[in-house]
């Protein structure tokens, strides 16, 4: 049975970094979290856990959280 491995510290903080960010344009663009999760079909706790590092969001689901936020994912993941 296949079983992922554990993220490494590098990777954890890089998912941080990347909520952060999110949260960052979030709040710059005043949007709630409900606001966002409501522009892209996603409850507010998701967003949440996203803005806290809490989990490694796919590439489909930052596509989506950047067309919730109006920006081009290549401006979310700058820097990272």
Known sequence: MWMPHPLSK???ERLKKLGA?????RE?????????GNAVDKD?????????GNFNPS???LTQICKGLEIELSE???GL
């Open 10 to 12: 590098k990777d954890k």
């Open 21 to 25: 960010k999110v949260k960052s344009i």
């Open 28 to 36: 710059g663009k005043e949007m709630s979290l409900a606001d966002l």
């Open 44 to 52: 507010r706790q998701s967003i949440h856990s996203l803005e806290k």
């Open 59 to 61: 590439y489909i689901y």
């Open 76 to 78: 979310l993941v700058e």
